[in-house]
């Protein structure tokens, strides 16, 4: 059995956890390209090293971030988002559209 420890809850089976993706710079929503938003949702540099990901603990509801190496699937460590990203990224609510009645 495979454990992943969650900062939250202590080592637990693996399959209580869901892969969220890499941790990843987001670019500026407001002004960058469809092709450099879909490179941030969709692509990743997919090469043997340690990478950052996003882990959901899906019996507690916890996101957290874990260092895995891609080689050999190894943890190398889980820890809170907080010791990583200070600011929270907000967007702006879009503005529903008027009904069009026919």
């Known amino acids: 059995m495979k454990l992943m420890t ?4 202590g080592p637990r089976n693996i399959s209580e956890f869901v892969y969220g993706g890499e ?3 987001m670019p500026d929503h407001k002004t960058c390209t469809d092709k450099e938003w879909a490179d941030y949702v969709f692509y990743s540099e997919n090469t ?3 990478v ?3 882990w959901f603990h899906s019996p507690s ?3 957290f971030i874990a ?3 891609t ?4 943890i190398l460590r889980t820890f809170d988002p907080s010791e990583l990203l200070q600011k929270r990224v ?6 529903p559209e008027k009904e069009v009645v026919a």
């Open 6 to 9: 969650c900062p939250l809850n």
């Open 23 to 25: 941790v990843k710079t």
């Open 48 to 50: 043997i090293r340690v």
């Open 52 to 54: 950052q990901e996003w």
């Open 61 to 63: 509801g916890y996101w």
């Open 67 to 69: 260092e895995r190496h």
């Open 71 to 74: 080689a050999s699937d190894e």
């Open 90 to 95: 907000e967007f702006e609510q879009a503005s």
